[in-house]
């Protein structure tokens, strides 16, 4: 079966950079939409970015905007996360999630990995 597991979350000040990690296995990675969610205590899981199959075309929420770049590697199987000029506000449990699907930014996604935790000190 598919599976995905996160990387790369840790403790880190304000200002400062992670690089999260998703190792998918299980089926053809280019045949998936890869996207990012996170959730913060008491709040939904949102999503925070997206990318296409070849990775030419990446989405992001306004509140990562020009801080955030999400990119894959097909040949390693792997969707990353760097994140850049952390905010405290950006401390949430993070989630990639894949679709084997044609459409752009499905409102649905069949697999999640378990999560990885990033706190921003302030």
């Known amino acids: 079966q598919v599976q995905l597991v996160e990387s790369g979350g840790a403790v880190v000040q304000a200002g400062g950079s992670l690089r999260l990690s998703c190792a998918v296995s299980?089926?053809?990675?280019?045949?998936?939409?890869m996207a990012w969610f996170r959730q913060a205590p008491g709040k939904e899981r949102d999503i925070v970015a997206a990318?296409?199959?070849?990775?030419?075309?990446?989405y992001y929420a306004d509140s990562v905007k020009g801080r955030f770049t999400i990119s894959r590697d097909n040949a390693k199987n792997t969707v990353y996360l760097r994140m850049n000029s952390l905010k405290p506000e950006d401390t949430a449990v993070y989630y990639c999630a894949g679709k084997k699907t044609r459409v752009v930014i499905p409102t649905t996604y069949d697999y999640w990995g378990q999560g990885t935790q990033v706190t921003v000190s302030s």
């Open positions: 299980g089926d053809t990675f280019s045949n998936y939409f």
């Open positions: 990318v296409s199959w070849s990775g030419g075309r990446t």
